[in-house]
């Protein structure tokens, strides 16, 4: 992808869908909440579950013996990695995304990616050429989506900790269903939706653009340490016959999801 070009009006004007055909779209709890609670399906009529070899924080297991699994955006007709997105509609020769202001929120950050304290463009991305700028760089709106993705990959890994635990203490031989497994994460998001209702719309920008950004001497915390703490306590009052999870390290030391898209 070119950035040297002016950016278009609307730099989905001219896309060819290509983002929408060639990856497995990763989705994050808030995402099948979202997309379920917004479009009023259910999460097996658009994700899909799959067994993954590297570790990740999102990877959830429904057996104690069992694989590590994640989730994505399943496929129009037969699974193909190169198939439309179940969501992609045609009009007029033009495709376009059928859930745009619901997409998941690897969606919303694409093309861009995290490089320090700055925003860089996605290797490889498959935007038209001239869709962006290096003025998109700089531009609030874009840092604000990239954190979101980052902050909502890492809240992710906290509720799929807790459930893991569960299925831990469950121990070898029972298998939970991957039903189960979307009602707990409804269950939990309904909650977060609750607690994030409670932060002023200003909060909540705080808490956002400044995510995974350190402490330093002398001066406040940033506002998400303290978001954090009050999500990991909400997550650990699921399944109180579990202990509460042992304090996790900083998020900032967690990889990027976007690099996955």
């Known amino acids: 992808m070119s950035a040297a070009a002016p950016a278009a009006a609307n730099p989905c004007a001219t896309c060819n869908a290509g983002c929408c055909r060639r990856y497995l779209v990763p989705l994050c709890g808030y995402d099948v909440w979202l997309i379920t609670t917004r479009q009023r399906l259910r999460p097996e009529q658009f994700a899909l579950a799959y067994p993954i070899e590297d570790q990740r924080t999102e990877g959830f297991k429904l057996a104690a013996d069992g694989p590590e699994l994640a989730l994505t955006l399943d496929k129009q007709g037969e699974f193909r990695i190169n198939g439309p997105c179940v969501f992609l509609l045609s009009f007029g020769g033009q495709d376009r995304c059928g859930i745009y202001a619901d997409r998941p929120v690897v969606c919303h950050a694409y093309p861009f990616v995290s ?144 690099g996955r898209v």
Do not use: H
């Open 115 to 258: 490089k320090g304290l700055d925003l860089s463009f996605r290797a490889r991305a498959l935007c038209p050429d001239g869709a962006w700028s290096d003025r998109d760089l700089l531009a609030p709106r874009r840092r604000r989506d990239v954190n979101r993705a980052e902050m909502q990959y890492d809240i992710y890994g906290e509720v799929v900790a807790r459930w893991n635990a569960r299925v831990e203490a469950i121990g070898a031989g029972r298998e939970l269903s991957l039903g189960e497994y979307y009602t707990y994460l409804i269950n939990v998001y309904d909650r977060l939706a609750a607690l994030d209702g409670e932060l002023e719309p200003d909060e909540w920008e705080r808490v956002v653009m400044t995510w995974r950004t350190m402490p330093l001497p002398d001066r406040p915390e940033p506002p998400w340490i303290d978001y954090v703490d009050r999500v990991r306590a909400l997550v650990d009052g699921f399944y109180p016959d579990i202990p509460p999870l042992a304090e996790r390290p900083m998020f900032a030391q967690t990889a990027s999801p976007l």
